[in-house]
């Protein structure tokens, strides 16, 4: 290789480090820009879910599941990056942690499923699929954790974020071509 060649794949290199430094951190403050909802010891609805959907729309599996990890880490040991402001391994263990463990799952499965080149629908449709996919996770461990029937589950558990999360899924997948224009 030439000189010019190696100076080029190491400057790549580190600009997509940056940029999946600069997603993780996102991930954190999506985490404060939050909405109480108005049932005891629910979570707030954040912007964290559509920052995880930016991710996974935009980078390869090894990095989407990298920046989620790192950001992930930061939490279990207790940096407060998880939602309203919190930390530690408990956060992830109480009965609403597991609509953020959830996120390791999608981070890996809406890279697989969406293709490699950006097709609106398909993307819209994977971006759907992954907060379906964390919703359910959060509501079954809600259950578990809970001692809740169905139906209570689904009306504590995944009734109160759908909506929104289908909204911010949709304008995610759109918005992924800007995004692309401006990290080349």
């Known amino acids: 290789m030439k000189e010019g060649q190696i100076m080029n794949e190491q400057s790549n290199k580190t600009k ?6 600069l997603f993780a951190a996102l991930l954190c403050i999506g985490a404060y820009i939050s909405v109480p909802l108005p049932i005891p010891g629910a979570p707030h ?19 989407s599941f990298l920046i989620v ?3 992930m880490l930061l939490g279990v040991v207790g940096i407060p990056v998880f939602i309203g402001g919190k930390g530690g391994i408990g956060y992830l263990i109480q009965p609403w942690g597991a609509y953020t463990w959830a996120f390791i799952v999608v981070a890996v499965l809406i ?9 609106r ?13 964390i919703d359910i996770i959060g509501m079954i461990y809600l259950m578990a954790m809970s001692h809740y029937d169905l139906l209570t589950g689904f009306t504590m ?19 992924i071509p800007a995004f692309k224009k401006v990290l080349k």
């Open 16 to 21: 997509r480090l940056v940029v999946s430094a």
């Open 45 to 63: 609805i954040t912007m964290i879910n559509f920052v995880l959907l930016l991710i996974a729309l935009l980078f390869s599996v090894g990095e």
């Open 69 to 71: 990890t790192v950001w």
């Open 111 to 119: 890279p697989l499923i969406r293709g490699k080149a950006y097709n």
């Open 121 to 133: 629908i398909r993307y819209t449709v994977s971006a759907v699929i992954g907060v379906v996919v």
């Open 157 to 175: 558990g995944f009734a109160p974020f759908i909506v929104l999360d289908l909204v911010k899924a949709v304008v995610a997948a759109q918005i």
